[in-house]
T-cell receptor, first 116, second 113 residues
């Protein structure tokens, strides 16, 4: 149990375009999901907390208008990178926690974004 | 802001050796998670500890949560090449930040056959 999926696993886009990444909890409901960014051989950096039915909470330094988050249902959150630039190239990972065990987060397999 | 210092950052050992990874903070965490991550994949949860002084064992891995819930350690006995990967500790926040995880910098472990 506690499986989280992400789609797509890899995406290449041109500068100036937008890219949407989906995060789904497959066998549990998640009122809260988290979006992280990870650079090679580094730890995870929390970007934002996605709350079902309400606005996302962004970490300091993360541009809300650039990284749009929508938590449409208890099993789906999306991250849209708008007007992508090469410096947005990174590994994006989402996580979700089942029920009340919010610290016991399960991570998706990640999405490798390359902006050319 | 809660910080979690993880050490060492890099560890290269021979098969059969033992090792310990540490995570330390000046802050108290409501829980401490350990994850293992392979390149190009998401982190996989190994264990969650919530009680000060708690010790959990997972085969050759032993996890300990400090009495004051500010630090944790991961000990691997008789390491194998399959243990190679990035190990991450993450502290769970309470209060208004409930649910948020603070990650350590990670430890890249390489076990040579």
């Amino acid at each position: 149990g506690a499986v989280v999926s992400q789609h797509p696993s890899r995406v290449i886009c041109k500068s100036g375009t937008s890219v949407k990444i989906e995060c789904r909890s497959l066998d549990f409901q998640a009122t809260t999901m988290f979006w992280y960014r990870q650079f090679p051989k580094q730890s995870l950096m929390l970007m934002a907390t996605s709350n079902e039915g309400s606005k996302a909470t962004y970490e300091q330094g993360v541009e809300k208008d650039k990284f749009l988050i929508n938590h449409a249902s208890l099993t789906l959150s999306t991250l849209t990178v708008t007007s992508a630039h090469p410096e947005d190239s990174s590994f994006y990972i989402c996580s979700a926690a089942p029920g009340s065990r919010v610290h016991e987060q399960y991570f998706g397999p990640g999405t490798r974004l390359t902006v050319t | 802001t809660q910080l979690l210092e993880q050490s060492p950052q890099f560890l290269s050992i021979q098969e059969g050796e033992n090792l310990t990874v540490y995570c330390n903070s000046s802050s108290v965490f409501s829980s401490l998670q350990w994850y293992r991550q392979e390149p190009g994949e998401g982190p996989v949860l190994l264990v969650t500890v919530v009680t000060g002084g708690e010790v959990k064992k997972l085969k050759r891995l032993t996890f300990q949560f400090g009495d004051a819930r500010k630090d944790s350690s991961l000990h691997i006995t008789a390491a194998q090449p399959g243990d190679t990967g990035l190990y991450l500790c993450a502290g769970g926040a309470g209060g208004t930040s409930y649910g948020k995880l603070t990650f350590g910098q990670g430890t890249i472990l390489t076990v040579h056959p």
